[in-house]
């Protein structure tokens, strides 16, 4: 337990006596995204029966903590200091932690799994069981109250589908960045519907409202600012915050837009298709239900035009046992839960992290 930023960040343990949550620890469940990072400090609950309401001791919340956002010493400095964080506001400290789960974007390979878990070494205790995952894992136990088992689909600022199968298989599809094509996450509906607005002003493609929305939300004058707009700040998010207007336009009735939504949908349909078809989630006759988790402001209701029902019309054609799913707790505590039943299995089977 030796890192420290700014000054000692654990400082608080130094006056703080007795263990965690009555004497039965507590666990950590991080959710690390591109926007922001959220971290739940919750009691040691072994039990297949989960009170209601959950007994959240404490949250904190923090900025991005993505490495391939703001690079691996930030990446680290935010989750160090969330973490801290939480544990402070719970009133526990390090040695009263059983498992911390940190699931966090832009872990995609085993080494990014290493690195992250070495550093943790650094922090907690040896007997603290570490586990690392992608942030897709959290949201998908999000909706299976910690249970790795189904789909989740995330459409957000980006997007990807993330599988589990009961005996421990795993698949993924897009989730690859707005560069290599993400088309149905916000940025890449955004993206699109700025596309549309440069090309109906070139005369390359058809007029569209969308032009007249943009520019007054944005507060340019002519087109011809979109381009300068677009490349002044390279932040995802900010693209994709305008993916309400492209829905609006397409509810007024705009075919560009109509259009721009329509092709998310399907990329985001077949995002999922890919991870059950790989898996095999619907069985041999491609009718055994499974849960399909959807998480993510893309998938929200609009009105009218609601991409989420959408989606999910467009995968239960080909695959009627998928089981939609919202969420009833946030990705954070998703992962505190996934902590703990994966803390069971592993003590259970005499396995160490």
């Known amino acids: 337990m030796k890192r420290y930023r700014n000054g000692a ?5 130094n006056h703080r006596d007795g ?7 507590v666990v950590l469940g991080l959710d690390g995204g591109t926007t922001s990072t959220v971290c739940i400090c919750m009691p040691f609950m072994p039990s297949d029966e989960l009170p209601n309401p959950l007994p959240i001791l404490a949250r904190a919340v923090a900025g991005c903590s993505n ?5 691996e010493s930030a990446a ?15 009133g526990s400290k390090r040695s009263c932690v059983r498992a911390v789960c940190l699931a966090v974007s832009g872990v995609n390979h085993p080494t990014d799994q290493q690195r992250i878990l070495n550093w943790l070494r650094d922090i907690f205790p040896s007997c603290v069981k570490l586990y690392v995952q992608n942030d897709s894992l959290a949201a998908l136990a999000s909706g299976t109250m910690g249970k790795l088992h189904g789909c989740v689909l995330i459409a957000g600022t980006g997007s990807i589908s993330y599988g589990f199968t009961e005996d421990g298989r795993e698949a993924r599809a897009a989730g690859a960045g707005p560069t290599l094509g993400d088309w149905g996450s916000g940025y890449g509906i955004s993206a699109q519907a700025l596309t549309a607005v440069v090309r109906a002003h070139d005369g390359r493609g058809p007029q569209t409202m969308l032009t007249r929305s943009i520019l007054n939300k944005l507060n340019l004058s002519s087109p011809d600012e979109v381009i300068g707009w677009t490349y002044a700040d390279s932040s995802w998010a900010r693209i994709a915050a305008l993916v309400p207007l492209v829905v609006a336009c397409a509810e007024a009735g705009d075919a560009v837009a109509n259009r721009i939504l329509l092709d998310s949908v399907q990329e985001l349909a ?3 298709k890919a991870v059950v078809q790989k898996l095999g989630l619907c069985g041999e006759d491609g009718k055994d239900s499974f849960p399909l988790v959807m998480v993510g402001g893309v998938l929200e209701a609009n009105k009218r035009w609601d991409i989420g029902k959408e989606v999910i019309n467009c995968i239960t054609k080909d695959y009627p046992g998928a089981c939609p799913v919202r969420p009833k707790v946030e990705p954070a505590v998703g992962a505190a839960l996934l902590a703990c039943n994966i803390f069971v299995k592993e003590s259970g089977n005499g396995l160490k992290s």
Not at 9 to 13: A, G, L, M, Q, V
Not at 67 to 71: A, I, Q, R, T
Not at 76 to 90: C, G, H, I
């Open 270 to 272: 077949d995002s999922v």
């Open 9 to 13: 960040i654990w400082e608080f343990e």
């Open 76 to 90: 680290r400095e935010t989750l160090e200091q969330v973490m801290a964080d939480a544990l402070s506001k719970s």
């Open 19 to 25: 263990g965690g949550f009555e004497g039965g620890g």
């Open 67 to 71: 490495h391939n956002s703001v690079g």
